[in-house]
């Protein structure tokens, strides 16, 4: 504790010693150092939201062309169905064509 009350003590007797464009200068690097400081921090948060946001943009891209794959298979899936169903109706009303000719007969 002893050493930084001299350090406080032979900063402020420098600090008087100083002319009064010196004591100008020497509290604008003490402002500018702050200001720094707080740019710092704030770019600091932005490059961090900068990367959550790139790996956010990544897994959407991700998930798009995945959603893209799915509608795709689905779209192929309902296909094959309709095929399906237009077959199953083709051979049922051919059955009851021959169903009925038979009974005809």
Do not use: C, H, P, W
Not at 21 to 33: M, Q
Not at 42 to 48: A, G, P, Y
Not at 87 to 99: G, M, P, Q, T
């Amino acid at each position: 504790m002893k050493f930084k009350t001299q350090l406080f003590s032979i900063k402020f007797l420098s600090f008087r010693s100083l002319g009064e464009t010196s004591r100008n200068v020497y509290k604008e690097n003490g402002v500018l150092i702050e200001s720094i400081r707080i740019y710092k921090q704030e770019f600091d948060v932005l490059q961090k939201t900068k990367e959550q946001l790139t790996k956010l943009i990544s897994n959407a891209s991700g998930n798009k062309e995945l959603n893209e794959i799915l509608i795709k298979e689905k779209i192929e899936q309902v296909q094959k169905q309709n095929n399906t169903i237009k077959e199953v109706n083709i051979k049922k009303k051919f059955s009851i064509k021959y169903f009925i000719s038979f009974l005809k007969y």
